[in-house]
């Protein structure tokens, strides 16, 4: 009996059901596999390699993903279970059980790394020193300095941080907290249409976006009140899909077949805006107009993929079930891919010459991330998620 409990836990990762919306999944999956590629494909700057540089840059779209499926599945738990005062500790235990362990864990990790080179660093000083070691010497220190903004999820408004995408984890930790907040808001408007409450939120945050592009560019991507419009993309998701009057209306529409050819155009127009296209001398696009459009894309592709006839090979292709497992332990995937990729770098010489050279390395980091994280996410996460699985609210 032991045994078939051991085997279970370790093929737990690679179990999934049927009623599961694949798609999102996978959507994760890729948008991890996008923030590698985006942090991959930056050395490409300093050689001069302009179409990866591109990638890297038009890659952070990464985040809005990340950001509208946090609004999604958060704001989907509260449609399912109500609002109060229970569920809202029910959401953030299960929250802390999913997050902490391996952020906490990365944490520790990074510090240590940190800690070290600087202090080998300060060593080299005494003999040598340049404006290079000086330069970062300074990161390091302000990343030490700063190591609190981490402890408590504070980072997205720090100079720096100790593990760089904690920010990204700061924000949406924060947007929990925004969202009970405008939950309550919303269920308080009874004569109001809740999608023309989430819309004017929308529409409120991206003004606040658009003020800070006359204030400092850095702080849109960063802060949350610049990147909670991703979010509430994902809550406008979630509504839409909980309204079956709604859902029975996109229906019909979307059985409109110029209304299907449009969107295929759509699609594909997206796909060179978002992913290709990308000029830096076009700043208010890019700060402003591009987080728009990709909020625009992620909710009109959701709801389309929602509606897709099961038998289409589109649906079949897109809601294809067995990387589900690449999906759980994303999170660990999105933590760790860093340190995966120091061990890499200090244990194997690879050479970056060319686009070939980053390209390899970009596939072997994907193939040893999916390796390393497997057993790091069956220490860090899946005893955690057991728990959490457990955890029932009493109504």
């Known amino acids: 009996m032991n045994s078939n409990l051991i085997k279970n836990y370790f093929k737990d990762i690679f179990s999934f059901s049927l009623k599961d919306n694949f798609f999102l999944y996978n959507l994760r999956t890729i948008a991890v596999m996008m923030v590698i590629g985006a942090h991959v494909f930056n050395v490409s700057k300093s050689l001069a390699i302009d179409r990866l540089y591109i990638l890297s840059k038009t890659f952070e779209f990464s985040v809005d993903i990340l950001f509208v499926l946090a609004g999604?599945?958060?704001?989907?738990?509260?449609?399912?279970?109500?609002?109060?005062?229970?569920?809202?500790?029910?959401?953030?235990?299960?929250?802390?059980?999913?997050?902490?362990?391996?952020?906490?864990?990365?944490?520790?990790?990074?510090?240590?790394?940190?800690?070290?080179?600087?202090?080998?660093?300060?060593?080299?000083?005494?003999?040598?020193?340049?404006?290079?070691?000086?330069?970062?010497?300074?990161?390091?220190?302000?990343?030490?300095?700063?190591?609190?903004?981490?402890?408590?999820?504070?980072?997205?408004?720090?100079?720096?941080?100790?593990?760089?995408?904690?920010?990204?984890?700061?924000?949406?930790?924060?947007?929990?907290?925004v969202l009970i907040f405008l939950m309550w808001l919303a269920n308080q408007n009874k004569n109001i249409s809740r999608l023309y409450f989430w819309a004017f939120v929308y529409l409120l945050v991206t003004i606040i976006r658009f003020s800070y592009y006359y204030?400092?560019?850095?702080?849109?991507?960063?802060?949350?009140?610049?990147?909670?419009?991703?979010?509430?993309?994902?809550?406008?998701?979630?509504?839409?899909?909980?309204?079956?009057?709604?859902?029975?209306?996109?229906?019909?529409?979307?059985?409109?077949?110029?209304?299907?050819?449009?969107?295929?155009?759509?699609?594909?127009?997206?796909?060179?805006?978002?992913?290709?296209?990308?000029?830096?001398?076009?700043?208010?696009?890019?700060?402003?107009?591009?987080?728009?459009?990709?909020?625009?894309?992620?909710?009109?592709?959701?709801?389309?993929?929602?509606?897709?006839?099961?038998?289409?090979?589109?649906?079949?292709?897109?809601?294809?079930?067995?990387?589900?497992?690449?999906?759980?332990?994303?999170?660990?995937?999105?933590?760790?891919?860093?340190?995966?990729s120091i061990m890499l770098l200090k244990n194997y010489s690879f050479q970056f010459n060319n686009e070939f050279d980053v390209w390899k390395f970009y596939f072997v980091l994907l193939i040893f991330s999916f390796i390393m994280g497997y057993f790091f996410y069956m220490i860090f996460e899946q005893p955690f998620l057991i728990l959490k699985r457990n955890i029932k609210i009493n109504k």
């Open 72 to 177: 999604f599945f958060s704001s989907t738990y509260f449609f399912k279970n109500g609002l109060n005062k229970k569920s809202v500790y029910h959401f953030f235990i299960q929250r802390v059980i999913k997050i902490l362990p391996i952020y906490f864990f990365a944490f520790f990790v990074y510090y240590s790394v940190i800690e070290k080179e600087y202090k080998k660093l300060l060593e080299i000083t005494k003999f040598y020193n340049t404006n290079e070691i000086n330069h970062l010497l300074v990161i390091f220190k302000t990343k030490l300095d700063y190591f609190w903004g981490d402890l408590f999820f504070i980072s997205n408004y720090m100079p720096d941080r100790i593990i760089n995408v904690g920010w990204n984890i700061s924000a949406i930790v924060q947007c929990y907290l």
């Open 215 to 340: 204030i400092d560019l850095e702080k849109i991507f960063f802060y949350t009140h610049t990147r909670l419009d991703s979010f509430i993309v994902g809550v406008i998701v979630a509504e839409i899909l909980n309204n079956e009057g709604l859902k029975d209306k996109l229906k019909n529409i979307l059985n409109n077949k110029i209304i299907n050819y449009l969107l295929y155009a759509f699609f594909i127009i997206s796909f060179y805006i978002i992913i290709i296209f990308y000029d830096q001398n076009f700043t208010f696009w890019n700060y402003v107009i591009r987080f728009n459009y990709n909020n625009l894309f992620l909710l009109v592709i959701i709801i389309y993929v929602y509606f897709l006839k099961d038998d289409l090979f589109l649906h079949k292709l897109l809601n294809f079930p067995y990387f589900t497992f690449l999906s759980k332990m994303s999170y660990t995937l999105f933590l760790l891919h860093e340190f995966f």
